[in-house]
């Protein structure tokens, strides 16, 4: 049975920092981009970084600087360490994977990828 389990969504004031993971199980995972995607209340899904089967990362431009993805293909996880949090980060967050086939998919819509989490939410309030 194919899982990608996210955890270590919370609550934090601006300028704060967190650690989401990702468990994968089920499949491949280290023949898998994997990816980080996270929707907004009432805003569409937006892609916000991936790190392919090789271990290259890419970050969407709001991130940069911000944001480390990285992985451990040793014990199938994926994280995401979040650093200096905006309010504008706030959204359930979501790993997902898909089949390394040369090129990183950095798109928000779930027919994507092949594997998709059930989220972690992410909230940055004062």
């Known amino acids: 049975q194919v899982q990608l389990v996210e955890s270590g969504g919370d609550t934090v004031q601006p300028g704060g920092s967190l650690r989401l993971s990702c468990a994968a199980s089920?499949?491949?995972?280290?023949?898998?981009?994997m990816t980080w995607v996270r929707q907004a209340s009432g805003k569409e899904p937006e892609w916000v970084s991936g790190?392919?089967?090789?271990?290259?990362?890419y970050y969407t431009e709001s991130v940069k600087g911000r944001f480390t993805i990285s992985r451990d293909n040793a014990k199938n996880m994926v994280y995401l360490q979040m650093n200096s949090l905006k309010p504008e980060d706030t959204a359930v967050y979501y790993c997902?994977?898909?089949?390394?086939?040369?090129?990183?998919?950095?798109?928000?819509?779930?027919?994507?990828?092949?594997?998709w989490g059930q989220g972690t939410q992410v909230t940055v309030s004062p």
């Open positions: 997902a994977g898909r089949y390394h086939i040369g090129t990183i998919v950095a798109g928000g819509n779930r027919a994507h990828y092949h594997y």
């Open positions: 089920g499949f491949a995972f280290e023949k898998h981009d």
């Open positions: 790190i392919d089967r090789d271990g290259e990362t």
